[in-house]
């Protein structure tokens, strides 16, 4: 007797788009993070995200090896950065997702901003040198790391050395603002970052619009001036937010018109309390941010 054929396996489908796990938002060692791109795929990976943006502070050099791995384990990666800018001498951060890292204006604007970043570090650990303290020594260790300097980096070499007992303790009393190792940092004009994303085809989603220190009414100035500059997105989900700060957000992006983007803003794996896709979902009115990027 002849014996039907064995029916074909279903072809695995990919998830709907609600189902998907997204974080846009993450580090790798080429800013303040712990992990390799490599190494921050595959914990990506491992915990079920779908789609992942690696958005280094004011780098793009880490995203051919994250585009690689991703590749190998069926992983949609984001290609992003997240840059620093100034608006009313606060230091805001400003995401650029889905940017094109090979556009010559982006690519310029971020060699600007790392000269930034490796004077300000210098002018740093001169001042600790006045101070006393291995000013030279601290310098070197942190230029020694693959990514750019930060003052993470180099509070990280002052507890090394036992110069602090702990990280909180070196912005405590030496980087904090009016210590005497703070050195406020020179960034480029909100609008002028916007411009940059723009210019490399990319998004503009404020990160974690609810962390700076402003009054209700500076936070609404912000997010208007962001909007006017061509942003169009506010980071309503991120690491660390609690329910009325999704609230909060969630009521500033549907009063300027602005999508909405999630992300763990994931640095280390030792931060067990932010692991990579943490409970990152979108309220039901908010236009995500990456609708028309992603198919459902």
Not at 176 to 182: D, E
Not at 194 to 223: D, E, T
Request: glycine fraction near 8%; hydrophobic fraction near 45%; charged fraction near 15%.
């Amino acid at each position: 007797m002849i014996q039907p054929p064995a029916p074909e396996p279903p072809t695995p489908q990919p998830p709907a788009l609600h189902a998907l796990k997204i974080d846009l938002h993450t580090h790798s060692h080429y800013s303040d993070g712990v992990l390799s791109p490599t190494a921050l795929v595959e914990r990506a990976a491992a915990a079920g995200v779908n789609i992942l943006a690696l958005t280094d502070h004011d780098s793009t050099a880490g995203l051919a090896e994250a585009s690689r791995q991703a590749d190998s384990l069926g992983l949609k990666l984001v290609p992003g950065v997240e840059i620093s800018a100034a608006w009313r001498a606060q230091s805001i951060h400003v995401l650029g997702l889905w940017i094109d890292p090979c556009a010559v204006p982006l690519e310029r604007a971020l060699a600007t901003q790392a000269q930034r970043r490796h004077q300000r570090m210098r002018n740093i650990c001169s001042r600790l040198s006045e101070m006393g303290l291995p000013g030279e020594s601290l310098l070197a260790t942190v230029q020694a790391h693959p990514g750019l300097p930060t003052r993470s980096h180099l509070a990280d070499a002052m507890v090394a050395m036992n110069l602090a007992r702990s990280k909180a303790d070196v912005f405590k009393n030496f980087l904090g603002k009016g210590r005497a190792a703070h050195l406020a940092a020179d960034w480029p004009a909100l609008d002028e970052v916007i411009g940059w994303i723009l210019s490399s085809g990319g998004v503009a989603s404020l990160a974690h619009p609810a962390r700076y220190l402003l009054s209700a009414g500076a936070r609404r100035q912000l997010i208007a001036d962001f909007a006017a500059a061509g942003g169009t997105s506010l980071e309503v989900v991120t690491g660390g937010n609690a329910p009325q700060h999704i609230e909060t957000c969630s009521a500033l992006a549907v009063k300027f018109g602005l999508m909405g983007s999630v992300g763990s803003d994931f640095h280390d794996p030792q931060l067990s309390w932010n692991p990579l896709g943490r409970s990152l979902k979108l309220p039901d009115c908010i236009t995500p941010v990456w609708r028309g990027y992603v198919s459902e």
